[in-house]
Each structure stands twice: as structure tokens, then as C-alpha cells.
């Protein structure tokens, strides 16, 4: 069974419109993190947290906002989409700060 | 430039061979972790390492922060194999952060 798992898989998107993206993890895991990766790189932290109710911005967070209701759950949500936030987006979850992180499948999000 | 640079970028190698791959580090690095992404896009983490080596079946990782590099040793390749390798060092200069290479993307061939 995933540990980490995404939601949605994939999504288009129309420029300025409010997405979601979901994660939830079944690790019992204090911090999660949601990445972005673009073709040909590697990834960049975008937010990040570590108890619920409490969000960090990352290296990378303009035009990101996160949310952290609950331990198993983390969501990025990007309240005005824009063409250059096209990418595949991944959520890791660990025991502690930069440890062993495990990772979802992605979310190839696509804006038009 | 790159804080976390690896090489090869992209390498192809025959079924049964042997190889590594190499990550180099221009700022302090406490800590490193190694993951495969599958063509699916998958990530899965191969290592986690503090200085020192950790080997895992046909895998090896050596993690040298005094020379501020590290390397994963692919012995006897299979197809499965195939996708890319990202590093990832754990920074201690500025922000505590992950910071990733750009990967090398390994081919086995039958």
C-alpha cells in the first residue's frame, strides 16, 4: 500500500484559475514537503511543514500557498495558475527535518 | 552556479555491466540522499548517508564530505534499472535544505 499518495494524477489547468493539489501520507511522519520538477532538473522545495496547522515557505514559494489541516494531509494550492507553474509536483513525507523522505507518485499539472 | 553537480548526465551501459555515478557538492553538505525516478516518473530513495558507505543488494553509495562528493555504484545492471539518479545534499551553508542535482539519466541495454 502507498504511503504517499497524490491527488489528482494529472490536471489541466486555465491561466488564473484556483488549483488544488492534495497529499496525504500514512507514515505517521511529522514533516511533508511539496517539490516542483521541471523537464530536465531536478527538484525545488516549494513549502514545506512540519506540525499540523503550520506551514514554511520553501526555496521556491511565490505563487504557492500550503495548507496543513491535519499530520496526513498537506495541500498546495496556487490561487491564481499561471503558465510558468506547468510542471510535475511531488509531496514527500519524513520522520524528521530532511531524513529518509519518501515521495507520491506526482501530479503532472499543466496550465493553459 | 550548481550547488550539486552530477555526472554523468546521461549514460547507457549493458545488461550485466558495472558503473558509477557522481555528485559533487561546492558548498558544505551534511548529509546525502540518493533516489531513482523510474520512466513512470516515480521516486523512489535509494539511500540516505551521513559520511561513510551503505550497500544495498547490487547497490553501493559512499558519501565523502570532506571532499564533498558522493558516488552510486551500479554493479551487474539490470533493465530494471533504467530511469535517472538524482543526489540531493543537505546544505548547512545559509538555509538547512535538500538541494537537488539535475540527475543522470541511466539506460541499460539487453
Known amino acids: 500500500e502507498a504511503a504517499v499518495t497524490q491527488s489528482p494524477r494529472s490536471k489541466v489547468a486555465v491561466t488564473g484559475g484556483k488549483v488544488t493539489l492534495s497529499c496525504h501520507q500514512t507514515?505517521?511522519?511529522?514533516?511533508m514537503y511539496w517539490y516542483r520538477q521541471d523537464t530536465g532538473h531536478g527538484l525545488r522545495l516549494i513549502h514545506y511543514?512540519?506540525?499540523?496547522?503550520?506551514?514554511e515557505k520553501g526555496d521556491i514559494p511565490d505563487g504557492y500557498k500550503a495548507s496543513r489541516p491535519s499530520q496526513e494531509n498537506f495541500s498546495l494550492i496556487l490561487e491564481l495558475a499561471s503558465l510558468s507553474q506547468t510542471a510535475v509536483y511531488f509531496c514527500?513525507?519524513?520522520?524528521?527535518?530532511?531524513?529518509?523522505?519518501?515521495f507520491g507518485p506526482g501530479t503532472r499539472l499543466t496550465v493553459l | 552556479g550548481d550547488q550539486v553537480k552530477q555526472s554523468p548526465s546521461a549514460l547507457s551501459l549493458q545488461e550485466g555491466t558495472n558503473s558509477a555515478l557522481r555528485c559533487n557538492f561546492s558548498?558544505?553538505?551534511?548529509?546525502v540522499q540518493w533516489f531513482l525516478q523510474n520512466p513512470r516518473g516515480s521516486l523512489m530513495n535509494l539511500f540516505y548517508l551521513v559520511p561513510g558507505t551503505k550497500e544495498n543488494g547490487r547497490l553501493k553509495s559512499t558519501f565523502n564530505s570532506k571532499e564533498s562528493y558522493s558516488t552510486l555504484h551500479i554493479r551487474d545492471a539490470q533493465l530494471e534499472d533504467s530511469g535517472t539518479y538524482f543526489c540531493?545534499?543537505?546544505?548547512?551553508?545559509?538555509?538547512?535544505?535538500?538541494?537537488f542535482g539535475k540527475g543522470t539519466q541511466l539506460i541499460i541495454q539487453p
Open positions: 558548498i558544505a553538505t551534511t548529509t
Open positions: 540531493a545534499g543537505e546544505n548547512t551553508g545559509g538555509a538547512d535544505r535538500l538541494t
Open positions: 511543514s512540519y506540525v499540523a496547522d503550520s506551514t
Open positions: 507514515n505517521n511522519h511529522d514533516y
Open positions: 514527500a513525507s519524513s520522520d524528521d527535518w530532511v531524513y529518509e523522505q519518501y
